[in-house]
């Protein structure tokens, strides 16, 4: 009989499976994924009575669930379309909680598996890359994708290539390295951002580097600052400063909407205290597909890529659309990466030898899913599915490590309550 481990370790290696297809060939694919995870953690629930291993599902679950219901009493858009956007944005989530309260690990034999995908997926996109963009379009349909599969491809190859006590070889570090590398030839600048972040993570990072800074540190936080940004400013700076309004070119409007949709987006965190306007209503797959009336509100339904007849670019960031959930949303949003974050840095400060590689692969993948959502909607497809699954397996580790301390902690009260 097949284990809930095992279940969960087959849905994540038949997401990477996935992971190029799933773009334009196999569409529902992470919505399937998401689903049985759902499904294995009520299984679990009901057969073995454990709710509360599941609480931190439960809770988010309940949180996008009052915000539906709220959707529900606002004009922007109808129930179809709200529980369309309900299901999206816990897509990623779902897959993160229950590997969170499962904590499965990978056979040696599954880890070879995954390490060969990759090695068939950065082989597909390097042939991408090679016979150019009409290519791309067709396997992957969008030039950023190769890039991104490329860095998640090498994130799970070195995740896959840890012995039993965190070890990996040189030569596997450096192949993780070059599977990220061929990102590169997408030439974007987010994916340079991120690139750089992870080989200062892969390569340069020691633990507890913050708190004994010395100047060789200093300077090295100093260059890796200004690689990040000399590789994205000018993207930054065209996106979200300055524009290029002298020179309109309908083949990168996107560079006009995104900025919109940031600015409007923060109209509405002010306009719509403390909730938003709910589900469906903005900057989402939902409130293009059924036009939300706050395109209207805020009088940018006649911008190209946001109009109700080219809703191309509706949904082209993932951070504009928290405007959607108002400030509580947004906190709450804040509260969730620093919650999650905390059960990377006890695996640090309990062992900082032995759970480095963890922290590493923890940390680029929270990083990914950041850098991403700055300009585009990687979270709630199959690559963000994917990271969120492996996060959530390298998280379980943390939580493992503070239900020790607790427990310790409680054991060492108790014998000096008993001296007193």
């Not at 990072?205 to 400013?233: D, E, M, Q, S």
Request: hydrophobic share 50%.
């Amino acid at each position: 009989m097949l284990s809930l481990n095992r279940i969960c370790c087959y849905l994540i290696i038949f997401g990477v499976i996935i992971l190029i297809p799933s773009v334009n060939f196999i569409t529902y694919s992470d919505e399937l994924i998401s689903v049985s995870f759902l499904a294995i953690a009520l299984a679990d629930c009901i057969i073995n009575r454990c709710w509360k291993k599941y609480s931190l599902l439960w809770i988010i679950m309940s949180i996008l669930s009052i915000y539906a219901i709220y959707s529900l009493y606002l004009p922007y858009n109808t129930l179809r379309y709200i529980l369309l956007d309900w299901i999206i944005e816990l897509k990623p989530l779902i897959p993160f909680c229950v590997l969170f309260a499962i904590g499965p690990s990978f056979t040696n034999p599954e880890k070879k598996l995954i390490r060969i995908i990759c090695w068939i997926n950065i082989s597909i996109i390097a042939v991408c890359f090679a016979l150019g963009m009409s290519v791309i379009k067709t396997v992957m349909f969008h030039p950023a994708y190769p890039s991104m599969y490329a860095l998640i491809s090498g994130l799970l190859f070195y995740y896959c290539s840890l012995s039993n006590d965190n070890v990996i070889s040189d030569k596997n570090l450096w192949i993780s390295i070059a599977m990220m590398a061929v990102g590169i030839f997408g030439f974007k600048a987010k994916f340079f951002g991120t690139f750089i972040l992870s080989l200062y993570l892969l390569l340069f990072y020691k633990p507890g580097i913050c708190r004994n800074l010395n100047y060789k540190h200093i300077l090295i936080l100093i260059i890796l600052c200004l690689l990040v940004l000399g590789a994205t400013w000018n993207k930054i700076n065209y996106y979200f400063i300055q524009g290029d309004t002298d020179s309109f070119d309908l083949s990168t409007i996107e560079s006009f909407a995104r900025p919109v949709l940031y600015m409007t987006g923060g109209l509405i965190l002010l306009d719509h205290f403390p909730f938003g306007t709910g589900l469906a209503s903005f900057a989402t797959f939902a409130s293009g597909e059924n036009y939300s009336l706050v395109y209207y509100e805020y009088g940018i339904n006649n911008v190209h890529g946001l109009s109700p007849n080219q809703p191309y670019f509706i949904c082209d960031a993932f951070f504009p659309s928290l405007a959607q959930y108002g400030f509580v949303g947004l906190l709450l949003f804040i509260y969730f990466w620093v919650y999650i974050y905390s059960y990377l840095r006890i695996m640090i400060r309990t062992n900082p030898n032995l759970y480095r590689p963890l922290f590493t692969t923890g940390s680029i993948s929270i990083i990914f899913i950041l850098v991403e959502s700055t300009t585009g909607t990687t979270f709630t497809q199959t690559g963000g599915l994917i990271v969120m699954s492996l996060l959530g397996i390298v998280c379980a580790k943390g939580r493992l490590l503070k239900q020790s301390e607790r427990l310790s902690n409680t054991n060492t009260l108790c014998i000096n309550k008993q001296k007193i």
